[in-house]
């Protein structure tokens, strides 16, 4: 007897990007991964407001949004790593591609909530940020201002999407949450020291580096002064070979494992 399964209504993509968003605070480890993040933005940002207030230093909204940005840029990644290696290291794998058989729904409603949560975190920066100006204004208004051009938000945004993005590529291809973050760590922070070592020593390699160093790339992907055919040459190649071939890889992985 063979069960025909063909009449039966999928499950609706916003339930699974609602479950992967419940998912990442349910457990311990992803609970307290988030209020990291959270005391993080807020506590540099009241560090950095209470330091300007005591010097007496000009500041600008966009300098405690800039602030926040670069710190958030170490946890977010370990979240999408998180988000994606959860289901193999809890042994919950079974259970959710049970569920949903379609497993490139699922790695597809992970990725939405990754992103979801670095906006998120972007706007908390943007709500701390303001309340943080607000206060320096009252105090300093002389040496305070509001700038911070959509510009640099919008650059902003985009790097902590790619960082992220370079998490999550390098979970789905590991599929192990020690092995990703070391990976990260030394993709993210090593390897461009490396590279400027290598830039260093040779103009030839320096010409090679240029298109393989993502994060080098990335500097006028977060100034948003992209000028020049070669700069947006030089992100798209190092991002797919960085981002794009580990993606794919890891997708494939995903869709093919076997589930224990």
């Known amino acids: 007897m063979r069960l025909d399964l063909s009449a039966t209504t999928p499950v609706p993509f916003a339930r699974l990007v609602s479950v992967e968003l419940r998912k990442s605070r349910d457990t311990r ?3 307290w991964l988030l209020l990291c993040i959270a005391i993080v933005v807020i506590l540099m940002i009241g560090t950095a407001t ?3 207030l005591v010097q007496t230093e000009p500041v600008l909204l966009g300098d405690f949004i800039s602030i926040a940005a670069y710190m958030t840029s170490f946890l977010l990644p370990v979240l999408a790593i998180m988000l994606v290696t959860s289901e193999w290291s809890q042994r919950t794998a079974l259970t959710t591609f049970t569920l949903e058989p379609k497993r490139s729904r699922i790695v597809l409603a ?3 909530v990754a992103q979801l949560l670095t906006v998120l975190s972007l706007a908390l920066a943007l709500v701390v940020g ?5 206060i320096c204004e ?8 509001w700038d911070a051009a959509p510009e640099d938000i919008a650059g902003w945004l985009v790097t902590q ?3 992220m993005l370079g998490g999550f590529a390098l979970a789905t291809l590991l599929l192990n949450t020690p092995a990703s973050i070391v990976v990260f760590v030394v993709y993210k922070y090593v390897l461009p020291g490396v590279f400027a070592v290598a830039a260093a020593v ?3 390699l320096g010409d090679i580096v240029a298109w393989i ?3 080098g790339a990335q500097g006028d992907v977060y100034e948003w002064q992209m000028t020049g055919g070669d700069a947006w040459a030089h992100v798209i190649v190092s991002g797919l070979l960085w981002l794009g071939v580990p993606l794919a890889l890891g997708v494939r992985r995903i869709l093919r494992a076997e589930v224990k």
């Open 213 to 215: 160093d993502f994060q």
């Open 50 to 52: 209470i330091i300007t």
């Open 161 to 163: 999407t790619l960082t």
């Open 130 to 134: 303001i309340v943080c100006t607000a």
């Open 138 to 145: 009252l105090a300093q208004p002389a040496l305070t201002g």
């Open 202 to 204: 040779s103009h030839q």
């Open 110 to 112: 992970k990725l939405v």
């Open 29 to 31: 480890a992803g609970f």
